[in-house]
């Protein structure tokens, strides 16, 4: 499926390749240019389902008029299969496989943002959620890295939300800087070229930063030194 030019939706959409599961392995899903909702008051959801072929939406989504929500599948999840120019909508965004991202995914309104898959940086991005409330999480599987092409940096917040990452960051394609804002926040190990940038310490409740082996790498006596700062934290081991 291939539609050529910019595409307002005037009501729900589902683009469903796999037939029902009847054709699993599905065809392509090509957007080649902007994607929006027509109007603020009919926000619509987008459901995009390319078996294990690619979804390219090379057109801002979004970014006139909000989706509510963007569920996308597709792929092979050892490679990029879902290729994303950015992301806007009022809720939840849900991309079932390997993410490739040239742009900011961004709900503005309720809801989390989860990447089930690996990410690869096309740009520097940043992979917002409204915030608001603890369910407002950020979620990524899978490895994220940089593209070939340089290194990029990523910002999440999540606001009263978690972020977890489950693989590994830089690994294979350095991060310039990472920025990430939540509740609580989980990571495994992480590489970057810059700052390194974990925020917390201004949100109402606990914020736990799991998987602290990475920072223990490069900030000596860290709890002391944000203790000074007015911060209370301590270390759970």
């Not at 092979?76 to 965004?93: N, V």
């Not at 390997?98 to 961004?106: E, I, K, R, Y």
């Amino acid at each position: 499926v291939s539609i050529q030019g910019d595409f307002i939706f005037i009501s729900d959409v589902t683009v469903d390749i796999i037939n029902g599961g009847a054709a699993p392995a599905g065809g392509n899903v090509t957007f080649t240019a902007a994607v929006d909702a027509d109007d603020q008051s009919n926000n619509r959801n987008l459901t995009i389902n390319a078996g294990t072929s690619t979804i390219d939406l090379q057109g801002a989504v979004g970014s006139s008029q909000a989706l509510a929500t963007l569920t996308a599948t597709g792929g092979d999840p050892g490679i990029p299969s879902i290729f994303l120019e950015s992301g806007t909508t009022t809720g939840q965004q849900t991309y079932n496989g390997f993410v490739s991202a040239a742009g900011d995914l961004t709900s503005t309104t309720a809801g989390a943002i989860r990447i089930l898959g690996s990410v690869l940086l096309e740009n520097s991005i940043s992979i917002s959620t409204a915030g608001g409330a603890a369910t407002d999480d950020i979620t990524i599987t899978g490895t994220v890295d940089s593209d070939t092409f340089g290194t990029h940096a990523l910002t999440l917040n999540a606001g009263a939300g978690d972020i977890a990452i489950s693989q590994s960051v830089g690994s294979s394609g350095l991060l310039d800087t990472l920025t990430a804002t939540g509740a609580s926040i989980s990571l495994r190990n992480v590489a970057t070229n810059g700052n390194q940038t974990y925020t917390g310490l201004v949100a109402n409740g606990e914020t736990l930063v799991d998987r602290i082996y990475h920072l223990d790498r490069g900030y000596d006596q860290m709890e002391a030194k944000l203790r000074g700062l007015g911060a209370d934290i301590e270390r759970i081991q």
